[in-house]
């Protein structure tokens, strides 16, 4: 269940030129070309070769694709074509649903800008201080990603302005409309120049994106893709249970397949707590996300997960929306869902890219109708296996492979992940290889260490310094 790694070597083999997928296909400056040679973008991904001809020749797009898919890249590219950076106004606009795709969109823009110099790239979503935002519109950018609320409240006060804006994306639109932002989008949309591209992405097609379109896009080219393989990557199995036996079985499954992160669905947010709780008494790491959380909590429960330390997140559809996690071993669909479309939803979520995912479904004898139809819907029939065959790997509870350090001072303190790494380095003479994402949040920062050096490192960083600093740490 390991993630092969994408070596730095294998991007300087440039693809031949006669190749479909080749970016050198496509009408890009060298500049471009290079610095996508460098992020080890060899080809392009499917999502991407059907629609960046067609969007950097200036066509609206309707694009049917998911997170993991590319799609960032496939209208990432065509706003950055059409920039002027000398112009410095707000000239593209990317509406997400969540903050956590407007911060993945966010450093994926900047990625791809590298090739530019001094291409400013603003974030504003909901959620965070209105204070920083205004100041940092007053600076000015290029491109703007955030989420819909937001934005019209900007529009509203003025301080943002979009006469110059050339390129208008929306992205994961079908989760907009879901979470409600109908009319706040058609508002945004209206206070765009009527001289636009607008590229819109969504991971399913429901009516009212079809309303949209026709309001708003002008003779959109529609981009579909059939995810053939997508269905090999997951393997799917399903395990047959009493409700008695529910919350159990996911501690089999996870001693027996052990997998380093795994996402678990349950229909109700009591079901996630009586799992947590379940868990936990078995010594797995496991962290509930849910509604209830404030901001900061649920930052802190993401870091834990994406650094893995946490094993295992458990959470309702509702509260997983707008969650991308790169590195998804197992799905665990705790309780069915009466929707299908959930259902894809779920699994789909694993098995990214060329790594191949586990997604485990728990069924009652009373799902079993539920079961049949996403039989009917996948064109497969189910594969079963018995809770019997779930053997413990190990007497060792399941450990995740980091632990958490959380160190009390942020942005705020000026603290870089640098300093945290050259603390733990250079200071404490810790080996790098044993340090994981170190991420600096406002007030926090947050930085995986190995479990090995968990203890060790704490110690010394309470008693040491960082960015010659004395600072107090604890361990999640
Ligand atoms: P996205 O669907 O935009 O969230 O992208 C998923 C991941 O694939 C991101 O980590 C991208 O950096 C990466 N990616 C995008 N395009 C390519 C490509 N052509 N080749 C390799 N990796 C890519």
Known sequence: MTTPARSPEATTAAPPANDPASFSRLPLSPAVLANLQQLGYERMTPIQAASLPLALAGADLIAQAKTGSGKTAAFGLPLLANLNPRRFAVQALVLCPTRELADQVTQEIRRLARAEDNIKIL????GATMRPQLASLEHGAHIVVGTPGRILDHLSRDSLKLDALNTLVLDEADRMLDMGFAEDIATVLKACPKQRQTLLFSATYPEGIATLAKKFMRDPKEVKLTERHAASKIRQRFYEVTESQRLHAVGLLLNHFRPVSTLAFCNTKQQCRDLVAVLQAQGIAALELHGDLDQRERDQVLVQFANRSCSVLVATDVAARGLDIAQLEAVVNVD???????????????????????AFSLASVDDMGRVGRIDEMQGTASQWHPLSELT????????????????????????????VLGALTKELGFDAAQIGKISVNEFSTYVAVDRSIARDALRGLNAGKVKGRSVKVRSL
């Open 123 to 126: 974030t504003l979503c909901g």
């Open 392 to 419: 413990p790997q190990s007497d060792e509870p399941m450990k995740a492979p980091m632990v958490t350090l959380q160190i009390l001072g942020g942005r705020k303190e000026k603290i870089r992940p640098g300093d």
């Open 336 to 358: 069915i869902t009466p929707d299908i479309e959930v259902h894809t939803h779920r699994i789909g979520r694993t098995g990214r890219g060329d790594e191949q995912g586990w």
